[in-house]
């Protein structure tokens, strides 16, 4: 069974920057979609970003398009989301989750076909 661990949450000012790791107990192989979700107090959770590993491909919400990038380092089994001009509508529990995809398919933004997830690290963001 995957283990994802989340780290890098905190308190930032609005227009600043966090980085968000998440390491994985399990390589990160070709068939392997990683992505961040999150979910603000009375929101439903909502997908971030989505990495597929086959070509790098991504996907990003269109709330974080231009501010945020989501990247890996296999070697590791680190997940990253570099998030920049961070507004307080950011502030969230975020997440990060695994699963296997049939080859055939594109990995999906929809949280309920990811089997695994991390606890969460806390994002606030003051105005």
């Known amino acids: 069974e995957v283990q994802l661990v989340e780290s890098g949450g905190g308190l930032v000012q609005a227009r600043g920057s966090l980085r968000l790791s998440c390491a994985s107990t399990a390589y990160i192989d070709r068939n392997t979609c990683m992505a961040w979700f999150r979910q603000a107090p009375g929101k439903e959770r909502e997908a971030v970003a989505v990495?597929?590993?086959?070509?790098?491909?991504?996907y990003y919400a269109y709330s974080v398009k231009g501010r945020v990038t989501i990247s890996q380092d296999n070697a590791k089994k680190m997940l990253y989301l570099q998030m920049n001009s961070l507004k307080p509508e950011d502030t969230a529990m975020y997440y990060c989750?695994?699963?296997?995809?049939?080859?055939?398919?594109?990995?999906?933004?929809?949280?309920?076909?990811?089997?695994?997830w991390g606890q969460g690290t806390q994002v606030t963001v003051s105005s």
């Open positions: 990495l597929n590993s086959v070509d790098d491909s991504t």
């Open positions: 989750a695994a699963y296997q995809r049939k080859p055939w398919l594109r990995c999906l933004n929809e949280g309920a076909v990811y089997q695994f």
